[in-house]
C-alpha cells in the first residue's frame, strides 16, 4: 500500500486550508474526513465574520494569525472565488464604562498591527446605522472586518488541494492507529478502510482530543461551546449590511447582528458550555435569550422573517489560545483548540504549519507548478438554463458545474452549500425535488437513493421555525 507522506485528519476550514498549503509542496498529501463532505464540523455552523485585530490577544498565536489571517482574505478570494466582502463592523458602547473597554480593544488591535479605528459619538453612530438602539451612546469602528461563507470558503480550499494533487478521503472516521514495521502509521477508519501515512496532523475539531489519544497522547484538553442562531429573509438586511457587536465577555464576543455574505439579517450566538452530551440542536430558551440581547443592539428585529435556526459547536483549549505544536509522539502534530477566530486565522495557521513542520525536519521542496486559481461557479440566466430554484434564483447549469469540481456531490443539502438551492424563503419545499431527480439524473442512480443528507451527518433538533415566529419576546 502506498504510504502518504503527510495525512490531515480533518476537512475543516483549518484542515482544509493545511491541505492546499501543503499541496504546494513536492510530496504526497491525503485529508481525511469521517463525513461524505467537506466543511460538517465547526466550519459548517458559525458567524462568518473575518475578524479583526480584537479578536485575538496580542502576545498569543491567536493574535498573531488572525490579523495575518484577515490580510489574507482579499487576495484569497481573488484566487478561490469563495465569496468574501470587506464590511466593517461595529462595536457599540451602551455606557461611559464601555468605551474604556473600547480602548483597551483599540490598545490590542494596535499592539497585533491592525489599524484605522474610528471612535463614533451617538450622532455619527446614528447617522451610519439608523435601525441602532437609542440606548447606544457610540461606537468603535473597525474597518477590517468582513463576512464570508465558510462553508464555501472551505469547499475551495479542499477543490483547489485536490486539483493540486491532494487526495480526499472521506466517510473515512479514524479509529485506531498504530505504526507498522516500515515506520508508517496505519491508519484504519470505524469501516476498516486502512491508509498509511509518514506524518499526522491532527486538526480533527471537536474531536482533536480522541484522535490524541488514539496515540495516547492525553495532552489534548477541550471545553465544547455551543452557539445558536437565527437566519432572517434578505428583506431584513436593511437593518444593516454590516456587523454589529455588543462589547466582549467572558464568554465571548458576545451576540452580534450582521448581514451574512449572501445578505440574509443573522443575529447570535449565545454560548453554552457542553460536558457530556455534545448536540447541535436548539431550544427555544438560548434563542429567546439571543433575539432578547440582539434587540439591544437593533430592535426592530422582525421575528416573522425568521428563516431558521442553527447551532456550531466551539472547541477551545484550556488556556484559550489555539494549540498549534508538535505532539510528544514522534511525527504526530496538533492543530487543534482552534474556536473563533479559527476562520479568520485558517490560511494563516496553514502556513504557520509548514513552518512548524519544515523546523520539525520535514523536507518540504517546491513544487515546480501550483495552480492557485479556482474557477468561479457560473452564474447562467434564467433564459439560459431551467430554473431549480426560485428563491434563490439558482439554474440547472449552475448545480451541473458545481458536480464536476473534485468533491463527489450526491446529496440535496451538499448541492445546497455549493450553490444555496434551497437556501432562500421556502427552504427547499420547490427545489429539494427537483435537485434531487437532477442529481439521480447526473449520477445515473435512481432517485429514491438520493437523500437530503448522509446517514453519517445526523440532523440535529431545530426549533420549528413557526415557534420562533410566533415567540412573544
Ligand atoms: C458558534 C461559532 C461561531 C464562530 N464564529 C466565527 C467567526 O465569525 N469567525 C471566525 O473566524 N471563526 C468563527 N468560529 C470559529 C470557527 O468556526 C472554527 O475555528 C473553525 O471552523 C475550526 O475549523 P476546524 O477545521 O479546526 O474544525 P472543524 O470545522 O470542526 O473540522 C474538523 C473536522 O474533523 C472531522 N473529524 C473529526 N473526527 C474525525 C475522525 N475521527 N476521522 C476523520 N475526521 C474527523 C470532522 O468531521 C470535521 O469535519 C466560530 C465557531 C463557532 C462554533
New binding site residues.
Partial sequence: MECFKIAI????????AIARELSKFDIKTVL????HD??????????????GGY?GKSGTLKGEL?IRGNQMFEALNSALNFGYRRTGAYMLAFSERDFEVIQHQIQNGVKVGESGYALLDEKKLKERLPHVSDQAIGALYIPTVGVTS?YEF?IALAENAIENGVTLKLD????KIHKDKTGCYEIT?TNSDTLLAEIIIN??????D??ARLFGDESIKLLK???Q?ILFGKDQSYLTDQVIFQLPNDKGKGILVTTTYHGNLMI??DAEDMRLDVNKDTSVESLEYVIQTARRSIPNINLKRALTTF?????MSETGDFIIRPSEIEGLFH?AG?????????PAIAKYVVEMLKNAGVDLKDKTYFKADRAPLIKSQKQDSKMMCRCEGITEAEIRDCLSRGIPVDTTDAVKRRVRAGMGNCQGAYCRPRVKALLAEALDLPEAQIKTRTETHVAPTRVSIEVIRNLNV
Avoid: M, Q, W
Avoid at 9 to 16: E, F, L, Q, R, T
Fill in positions: 485528519i480533518g476537512a475543516g476550514v483549518v484542515g482544509s481525511i474526513e469521517k463525513e467537506v466543511s460538517l464540523g465547526a466550519s459548517k455552523a458559525n458567524s462568518g465574520i473575518v475578524h479578536a488572525c465558510p472551505t473515512f472516521e479514524v479509529d477508519a486538526v480533527a475539531g471537536e474531536h482533536s480522541k484522535i461551546r455551543k452557539g442562531y447570535g450566538p447551532s456550531g459547536v466551539r472547541s492543530v482552534i474556536d473563533s477566530p479559527g476562520l479568520t486565522s485558517s
